[in-house]
T-cell receptor
Framework: GDSVTQMEGPVTLSEEAFLTINCTYTATGYPSLFWYVQYPGEGLQLLLKATKADDKGSNKGFEATYRKETTSFHLEKGSVQVSDSAVYFCALNQAAGNKLTFGGGTRVLVKP | GAGVSQSPSNKVTEKGKDVELRCDPISGHTALYWYRQSLGQGLEFLIYFQGNSAPDKSGLPSDRFSAERTGGSVSTLTIQRTQQEDSAVYLC????????????FGQGTRLTVV
């Protein structure tokens, strides 16, 4: 079945550092890919998405590119802020089944 | 409503009791999901409803867990004879039912079994 693997955390960074969170997936067909974020004390919310190969999703300074050849959707941000401290989840969704499959989540802590 | 609403927000129950968790999805959303998030853990899929199709129950951990969705809208997740390992945050999400669209999550119900 479908699966998503993302790097384990916690990831601890200093403000203005570069952030990368790796995400790879296993799926048949051509799934849509998502990054969700869960800020402390809040619910999950969509951060960005990409629906086909080579698409780049971007939001709030974060970017991720759908790489079908490497089945990856790595999340990057060039200069993190303390407010980016959160848990980040990579997810995929097959159009036919429409069931979101999540990775295990990566906790990111940004220190001032 | 404007978003996915879950109730109660917190529930403390004694081991062996039954509990019901409620989810009000966004109006017009045909897909509804239940997930479980244990402390420090990722998201565990429980059940998925899509329109009038038979629900995907493949994630329910035991026969103590059941869920229904009445009239294609409100959903109730029922846990019978609760155990301490059932303690977690139960999350509900809904979407318009197409694979490329995002799911919107509620704030969750924090269940504590004592």
């Amino acid at each position: 079945g479908d699966s998503v693997t993302q790097m384990e955390g916690p990831v601890t960074l200093s403000e203005e550092a570069f952030l990368t969170i790796n995400c790879t997936y296993t799926a048949t067909g051509y799934p849509s890919l998502f990054w969700y974020v869960q800020y402390p004390g809040e619910g999950l919310q969509l951060l960005l998405k990409a629906t086909k190969a080579d698409d780049k999703g971007s939001n709030k300074g974060f970017e991720a590119t759908y790489r079908k050849e490497t089945t990856s959707f790595h999340l990057e941000k060039g200069s993190v802020q303390v407010s980016d401290s959160a848990v980040y989840f990579c997810a995929l969704n097959q159009a036919a089944g429409n069931k979101l499959t999540f990775g295990g989540g990566t906790r990111v802590l940004v220190k001032p | 409503g404007a978003g996915v609403s879950q109730s109660p927000s917190n529930k403390v129950t004694e081991k062996g009791k039954d509990v019901e968790l409620r989810c009000d999805p966004i109006s017009g959303h045909t897909a509804l999901y239940w997930y479980r998030q244990s402390l420090g853990q990722g998201l565990e899929f429980l059940i998925y409803f899509q329109g009038n199709s038979a629900p995907d129950k493949s994630g329910l951990p035991s026969d103590r867990f059941s869920a229904e969705r009445t009239g294609g809208s409100v959903s109730t997740l029922t846990i019978q004879r609760t155990q301490q390992e059932d303690s977690a945050v139960y999350l509900c999400a809904s979407s318009i039912g197409q694979g490329t669209t995002e799911a919107f999550f509620g704030q969750g119900t924090r269940l504590t079994v004592v």
